[in-house]
């Protein structure tokens, strides 16, 4: 359904980048930030699905500063590969990288973003630093907690597994005390990655309800 490209930062990095469009007109675009993994298929998967929405949705390779198109599954060995990311991540460059597919996505209409794992935290920095979106959507973001004195310039949802082992619910109790003004949901039975059909945390039930909350939030921020 989507097809390769490439974006180009603020500071001249090129990177690549995924990018699935709608059978339809638009109704605006999202921008789809990975996890460790990558741009891998699960990404891209979550990119088919809000173009099956109607959003034009473009995933931004993250990690092409640091090893160019790498993507990989989620064995024991390759989860533990992939933690050498967010050991000393450059948030600022992940935003940086960010931008470029938001104003990538500015002549579709209003520009939303979704994010998973590092990817939920780098929607919520996004939400508070970057410029031109409409609304953000934070699955399971560890190092939110860390910038939880930031404020989001956009409607901002939150999504939060009970038994999720790197997620305290402290620090979620923290993040709702905080930001008050935003949509942050708990699923009771699921533990962290739980929206990822690829991994043994996979919780069905969240993630259908999740996604359902999802969408339709972006529907009602990011539209002509």
Not at 168 to 177: A, F, G, H, L, Q
Not at 178 to 200: L, Q, S, T
């Amino acid at each position: 359904m989507g097809k390769q490209f490439r974006l180009t930062a603020a500071d001249k990095h090129q990177l690549g980048a995924y990018r699935a469009d709608p059978q339809g007109a638009a109704m605006g675009g999202i921008v789809v930030i990975q996890e460790i993994f990558g741009v891998n298929r699960h990404i891209r998967a979550v990119c088919d699905r809000l173009a099956a929405e109607g959003f034009v949705a473009i995933a931004p390779a993250l990690f092409d500063r640091t090893e160019p198109s790498f993507e990989c599954g989620y064995t024991p060995d390759e989860i533990a590969n992939a933690r050498k990311f967010v050991a000393n991540p450059d948030f600022s460059a992940m935003l940086r990288d960010s931008q470029a597919a938001i104003d990538e996505l500015k002549k579709e209409g209003p520009v939303g973003i979704i994010g998973f794992c590092l990817g939920g935290t780098i929607a919520f920095l996004a939400a508070a630093e970057a410029n031109g979106l409409s609304g953000a959507v934070c699955y399971y973001g560890g190092h939110i907690i860390k910038l939880v004195d930031k404020t989001p310039k956009c409607p901002t949802q939150m999504h939060f597994g009970e038994k999720d082992a790197s997620i305290p619910m402290s620090d979620v109790e923290t993040i709702k005390k905080k930001h008050p003004e935003c949509e942050i949901f708990v699923y009771p039975d699921a533990g962290h990655g739980f929206n990822c059909d690829e991994r043994g945390s996979y919780n069905a039930d969240a993630t259908k309800l999740a996604w359902q909350r999802s969408v339709e939030f972006l529907r009602k921020h990011v539209h002509k």
